[in-house]
């Protein structure tokens, strides 16, 4: 079993940045991807980057990367630096681990956290 607990979030003004933090417990064999998503009000979870447990490995949602980073300074903590934040960045942040290589589908992770709210005011 993994136990992912996210932790960063809050309210910050248009410009702004914030810098999640997702902590991993568990087996780590039971994963080779940390992801975060973001689901906005009323939309569905998008996937937001992606990293690999074992390498250095990223990959980003096209349009964020620039903006977002996601990294990790061991296999049981990852971060994702958001920068250049817009109201249109609101959205509760998860984080997720999976066990394909490169995924992008919600569908490919089985652990979840609780997620942590990010609100970006104008």
């Known amino acids: 079993q993994v136990q992912l607990v996210e932790s960063g979030g809050g309210l910050v003004q248009t410009g702004g940045s914030l810098r999640l933090t997702c902590a991993v417990s568990?087996?780590?064999?039971?994963?080779?991807?940390i992801a975060w998503f973001s689901q906005a009000p009323g939309k569905q979870r998008e996937f937001v980057a992606g990293?690999?447990?074992?390498?250095?490995?990223t990959y980003y949602e096209g349009s964020l990367k620039g903006r977002f980073t996601i990294s990790k300074n061991n296999a049981r903590t990852v971060y994702l630096q958001m920068s250049s934040l817009k109201p249109e960045d609101t959205a509760v942040y998860y984080c997720?681990?999976?066990?394909?290589?490169?995924?992008?589908?919600?569908?490919?992770?089985?652990?979840w956290g609780q997620g942590t709210q990010v609100t970006v005011s104008s």
């Open positions: 990293i690999s447990r074992s390498s250095v490995g």
């Open positions: 568990g087996s780590l064999f039971s994963f080779t991807t």
């Open positions: 997720a681990a999976g066990s394909r290589l490169g995924g992008r589908s919600e569908n490919l992770f089985d652990y």
